[in-house]
């Protein structure tokens, strides 16, 4: 009898959860409705094997090897002791040392010991990059960029004097290509600020227009398309100790040469602060030459490797530099996968470390004692991230966290521990801590899916063949309550532009919105096409001069493969993609205008002779070197062949896909009499965010409903 009360109450209980399953709330996406559980502020205790979190408005502070409980810091201790308001909850914060904590909500840092709060002390506003640490800061202030220490009371030092109409100084440059994130590089020990010199005078104006005021007004940009005149770069050096010792600014600048390459990268301080290095990139962008340059003088010293490939290469990540032994670790996809490479500081080869069909996808750095490497990596999957160790000595590797999915881990500083981030398809968030030393693992938390009581749909990961013998990773979607004996109309997401992958082993594979469409009654579809990330070299470069080409070869063997199934309705499949999808968009319905009902996209690239430089010179080259391979590429010709229905979006400020690329897009439908929707974002650049894209997702899903044949 309790045997059967028992399968009653569950029974009753899924029953119960059927009933009030939801439609995925899309404003409840923006404002936590789905928010998902989370252990608040968790990160490593520097100096120390201690993690710490925020709960019930305590930080506590966790000994990792015996798991108790080291420290205790209170809201009310911290209210104590800062300026200003006080907090109505621990806010977000970083640590600088085992005694300091940063809170960014009132820019200050705050001094502890184990007998809790000892003191606030406030810092400069309007901080554009800093150094904790030493406190040094680089701050903009009425367009200037200025340096603060701590050392000279916060005064403001010039960073560089050398200023003109079109210079941007201390920002990050070549359009944020090339792992380039900011603008100034502080030293390991302070002493020095590195920073980009850019000269835009020789750039052509693009006009956007702010429609915010009474007066529309003209905000012109500096946009260097292909084929035409690019911004020219400098990096300096801004002496911190004889700037404050003088009271005046002290710099020099690095001697670069533009034969060594124009585009300057990866800009990286030795241990000892005595050398530079940068990574040049030639405007071809098939020659790198990675060059140690004198810090004090700003001369050449050395070139230590040079880098080349017949199509092109992308230096995006920094030398990672021994401190203890005169080596640093070098990446690279020279043998057709990206992996690392040992290196002298002289710029010998010492040994490959990582070799096979799979890709290295991040660098954690190294133990105390400079004789493991730990990195993550492709291997087994390409749709996942897994966590290995590498002996220096042996090569020997260890896998760390290789659960199938991905993991996302972050180190204890003498990398004995790690917290290990984990999800995929059926599980959305798993947080380990794992002892790196016997392999020992505990659960940290175990997250509920925050979408429980929505009625999803069941998603697949799978591969098909294209015509090259390549695997496809593609992902589907099934409508609740799916039933294979009825046909289903299918939107298909595509992006497939290179270092995106939008089939990946995580929860929510795709986003929340491809699940909300499936609850609308469609198969969700996306495929990774050849040219999409972590695949190795050949699968990814051979879209070189030919964009759009092998993409669409690709996407079209999905195609095929959907309309072999039968529950799909081969009259219905539509489209839906931004940006290089947009452009996926445009060509698929313009190669294969039978094939597709309905199109939605946003900010599409018409024609790759309106990009920028740095991204479209990369895999097209320049029109005049690849003429055939731009015109195969434009939108333009094939307008005239449009038969699905079409809404095009486009962002009035968008900075990266210029607003005429869509503009003469609509010329052009008018010229051929192709009727389309259009529909623009007057506040937005490249994309719509925030609560906005709500708005966007409604029309979306309206426009391909009210077009279902």
Not at 30 to 57: A, I, V
Not at 533 to 546: L, M, P, S, T, V
């Amino acid at each position: 009898m309790k045997k059967l009360n028992f399968f009653l109450i569950i029974a009753f209980g899924l029953l119960f959860e059927c009933l009030n399953a939801q439609t995925i709330d899309l404003e409840g996406v923006f404002n936590g409705k789905y928010r998902m559980e989370d252990l608040q502020n968790l990160s490593w205790r520097p100096e120390t094997n201690q993690y710490s979190y925020t709960k019930n408005d305590t930080i506590f502070c966790i000994d990792a090897p015996s798991e108790k409980i080291k420290e205790r810091i209170s809201l009310h201790q911290i209210n104590n002791k800062i300026n200003g308001k006080p907090l109505k909850k621990i806010p977000y914060f970083s640590w600088i040392n085992k005694d300091l904590l940063y809170l960014p909500a009132t820019n200050e840092i705050i001094s502890l010991s184990f007998a809790g709060v000892l003191s606030g002390n406030p810092l400069p506003e309007n901080v554009i990059d800093q150094s904790l640490k030493y406190k040094l800061f680089v701050v903009e202030e009425e367009g200037h960029i200025f340096v603060k220490s701590e050392k000279n009371q916060y005064a403001n030092m010039l960073l560089c004097p050398d200023t003109g109409q079109n210079i941007v100084f201390g920002k990050s440059v070549h359009r944020s290509e090339w792992g380039i994130d900011e603008g100034q590089y502080i030293s390991p020990k302070g002493n020095y600020i590195a920073f980009y010199r850019m000269d835009e005078s020789m750039v052509d104006d693009y006009p956007l227009v702010d429609v915010t005021g009474s007066l529309a007004v003209e905000k012109p940009i500096k946009y260097p398309m292909a084929g035409k005149k690019s911004h020219q770069v400098k990096v300096g050096i801004f002496d911190v100790q004889a700037s404050i010792s003088s009271g005046k600014t002290v710099f020099h600048y690095i001697q670069t040469d533009i034969a060594d390459g124009e585009f300057l990268t990866n800009v990286t301080f030795s241990p000892d602060e005595k050398h530079l290095f940068i990574t040049h990139l030639n405007r071809a962008q098939n020659t790198a030459l990675l060059i140690r340059y004198d810090v004090k003088t700003g001369q050449k010293d050395k070139i230590l490797i040079e880098e080349k490939d017949s199509r092109y290469i992308e230096p995006r990540t920094r030398p990672h530099f021994l401190t203890q032994f005169p080596f640093f670790v070098w990446q690279s996809d020279r043998d057709g996968w990206n992996h690392l490479y040992l290196y002298t500081y002289e710029g010998k080869l010492v040994t490959q470390l990582t070799k096979g069909s799979w890709q290295v996808t991040e660098l954690y750095g190294m133990d105390s004692k400079e004789e493991n490497l730990y990195f993550a990596s492709t291997n087994p999957s390409p749709i996942g991230n897994y966590i290995y160790s590498i002996s220096l000595k042996s090569k020997k590797i260890k896998p760390i966290a290789i659960n199938e999915g991905t993991h996302n881990p972050i180190f204890s500083d003498d990398k004995s521990f790690c917290i290990d981030y984990f999800s995929n398809l059926e599980t959305p968030r798993t947080i380990s801590l794992i002892n790196l030393k016997d392999g020992k693992t505990k659960t940290l938390l175990n997250a509920e899916n925050p979408y429980k009581l929505s009625n999803l749909g069941e998603s697949k990961i799978f591969t098909i063949k294209n015509n090259n013998g390549d695997d496809l990773y593609c992902r589907i979607t099934y409508p609740p309550q799916f039933d294979p004996k009825k046909k289903y109309p299918v939107f298909m997401y595509v992006y497939g532009g290179p270092h995106s992958q939008m089939v990946t082993n995580t929860f929510l594979s795709g986003g929340v919105f491809l699940q909300y469409m499936a609850q609308k009654g469609f198969i969700v579809f996306s495929l990774d096409n050849r040219g999409t990330d972590n695949r190795g070299a050949a699968f990814e470069k051979c879209i070189h001069r030919q964009l759009g080409k092998l993409e669409m070869e690709d996407q079209m063997k999905g195609v095929e493969y959907l309309k072999s199934l039968p529950f799909v309705d081969s009259k219905n499949i539509s489209l839906d993609g931004w940006s290089y999808g947009g452009f996926m968009i445009m060509s698929l319905i313009t190669n294969y205008p039978d094939q597709f009902n309905t199109a939605t996209c946003g900010g599409p690239v018409i024609d790759w002779r309106w990009y920028e430089i740095m991204y479209g010179e990369r895999y097209m080259d320049t029109p005049a070197e690849n003429p055939d391979g731009y015109e195969a590429a434009s939108i333009l010709p094939k307008v005239k062949n449009i038969k699905a229905n079409l809404l095009v979006f486009q962002g009035a400020q968008d900075n990266t896909v210029l607003w005429q690329h869509s503009l003469k897009l609509i010329n052009q439908a008018i010229k051929d009499g192709i009727v389309m929707d259009y529909f623009v974002y007057p506040n937005h650049e490249h994309n719509v965010r925030s609560k906005d894209r709500v708005h966007l997702w409604k029309m979306i899903e309206n426009y391909h409903i009210k077009n279902l044949k």
